[in-house]
T-cell receptor
Framework: GQNIDQPTEMTATEGAIVQINCTYQTSGFNGLFWYQQHAGEAPTFLSYNVLDGLEEKGRFSSFLSRSKGYSYLLLKELQMKDSASYLCAVRNDYKLSFGAGTTVTVRA | KAGVTQTPRYLIKTRGQQVTLSCSPISGHRSVSWYQQTPGQGLQFLFEYFSETQRNKGNFPGRFSGRQFSNSRSEMNVSTLELGDSALYLC???????????????????FGPGTRLTVL
């Protein structure tokens, strides 16, 4: 089976940094994705990791450790528009399994 | 390039009825996956279609079914609706199927806006 855990909620101040952790236990592993979902909208792709290490894309970075079953998404220089739900998803041999999502609230 | 489209966007049905939802993938994408999203359960995988064949299915009852046409458009059907079927139904398209083990390939899924189904 699949077990993907991430915190339910996080709050941070505009301009700050927030790190969203994701731990997983899955049968098979073929990549880990992070998606952003604003309220009432579709999830949009943020990042992809399949090898251990850090992937950086502008203000967003994602890290993966396959041996530890662990990933994090780092959001830097937070902006109000970053207030959203962040979904961790693991692909095993044949499908994507999603975590419940972490709601990030950015305060002014 | 146009994104993933879903119709209808909103739907209200009563218990016992059936419903059909439609999804048109990004042009050139041959894989369509369907998900149910609820506040309590998050995103739950329903099934994936690739080249008109169901490639994988999640843990949902047989009341949930789907199909894919030769132009890659997909439909999802839910029969004998129950109150618990109220949810946002999302479809996502990708160029390759998720089961295809493409080494290091991202093959990310692009989501449509969803159909909000309310069962009364």
């Amino acid at each position: 089976g699949q077990n993907i855990d991430q915190p339910t909620e996080m709050t941070a101040t505009e301009g700050a940094i927030v790190q969203i952790n994701c731990t997983y236990q899955t049968s098979g592993f073929n990549g880990l994705f992070w998606y952003q979902q604003h309220a009432g909208e579709a999830p949009t792709f943020l990042s992809y990791n399949v090898l251990d290490g850090l992937e950086e894309k502008g203000r967003f970075s994602s890290f993966l450790s396959r041996s530890k079953g662990y990933s994090y998404l780092l959001l830097k220089e937070l902006q109000m528009k970053d207030s959203a739900s962040y979904l961790c998803a693991v692909r095993n041999d044949y499908k994507l399994s999603f975590g419940a999502g972490t709601t990030v609230t950015v305060r002014a | 390039k146009a994104g993933v489209t879903q119709t209808p966007r909103y739907l209200i049905k009563t218990r016992g009825q059936q419903v059909t939802l439609s999804c048109s993938p990004i042009s050139g994408h041959r894989s369509v996956s369907w998900y149910q999203q609820t506040p309590g359960q998050g995103l739950q995988f329903l099934f994936e279609y690739f080249s008109e064949t169901q490639r994988n299915k999640g843990n949902f009852p047989g009341r949930f079914s789907g199909r894919q046409f030769s132009n890659s458009r997909s439909e999802m059907n839910v029969s004998t609706l129950e109150l618990g079927d109220s949810a946002l139904y999302l479809c996502a398209s990708s160029s390759a199927a998720q089961y295809q083990r493409l080494v290091l390939a991202k093959n990310e899924q692009f989501f449509g806006p969803g159909t909000r189904l309310t069962v009364l």
